[in-house]
């Protein structure tokens, strides 16, 4: 595709992005406009150091396998250029369009016919029966985490007009024999007492894929109050009012009956989030078992620095008088939770 008819079709500001990765001979980079894979998979692999596929992925059947497809053709740090219309993007351009108490209705059936109905067994069938995967609802969160469950890492993000251009690298190969949750509840391994790995069960709250992104979360957005990230993007709307109500922590009971938590303790982490973590702290967090209500409440700590040192004057205190901190972190807790509206969250 040459550059005149690039500028023509996307805009001189996209082509200016496209290019700052590419460079502008396009030499060693493949652009092409396309939402079927059988054109992916006619590509020689190691043939081309950059693939920009002008087509959002929103149009894509079979995203995932489009995406291992392009990792495939890549060779390793090859870059991938790609675009998509989030779901706030769609919210505001379909709010432009209709007025508003119609653009409501569209927006409200537009969601569960193209983003809810694709993900339950019942109208997975039907919907792609009826738009062959096209203009399909993505979150943000989800398209991204797509991104990184399929080999790549994300290198930079810009939203031009109603579309988010992303550019991500080839780092390895997509995650084997995973199936990712889509269901109301939501299975994740945490590390537990002796380094073991326990599934710990919750009501989702974030978007599909979510939790493939949380170290690019991580690294590009800042920790706010209570070490928790700022402005989580993963997060639904109806996921902060779960987790605000602790609506979210329900199915951890299955984890408490099952002996793997016990009511007070330090909250299972995921291991990068543990790595985050002093080796002091760490080595003493798997010492004991870990717990559904943290020390955080006790403490009300602010930053993860805070949030450390009290999780290691929590260890300290149970490693000699177990009952005892438990009761005494407990009963602090329920003050803290009651009259100082103590959240995490």
Known sequence: MNKELLIKEQGLEAFEFITKFTGSDFETSLTLRTNDVFNIESIEANNY????????????????????????KLPEGGIYINCVETYLQRKKRLLKKYPFAIAQIYIFLDFVFKRIFPKLGLTRRLYFFLTAGRNRVLSKAEALGRIVFNGFDIIELKEIGSLTYFVCKKTTRPIPDKVPSFGFFFKMKRIGKNNKLITVYKIRTMHPYAEYIQS?????????????????????????VFRKLWIDELPMAVNFIKGEVKLVGVRPLSQHYLSLYSDELQQ??????????????????????????????????????????????????????????????
Not at 52 to 70: E, H, M, P
Not at 290 to 317: C, H, K, R, W
């Open 284 to 345: 003493k967090r798997v010492q004991a078992k870990p717990g559904l209500i943290p020390p955080f409440y006790a403490d009300l700590p602010v930053t993860l620095e805070d949030i450390m040192q009290s999780e290691l004057n929590y260890l300290d205190a149970y490693q000699k008088h177990p009952l005892k901190t438990d009761t005494r972190y407990l009963f602090k807790a329920i003050k803290n939770i009651l009259f100082k509206n103590a959240r995490t969250n």
């Open 49 to 72: 150091q950059t693939i920009v596929n002008l087509n959002k992925i929103n149009d894509i059947n079979g995203i995932n396998r489009f995406l291992s497809t392009v990792n495939s």
């Open 216 to 240: 690019y979360i991580f690294e590009n957005n800042n920790l706010r109050e209570g070490g928790k990230i700022k402005d989580d993007y993963r997060i639904t709307s109806w996921g902060k």
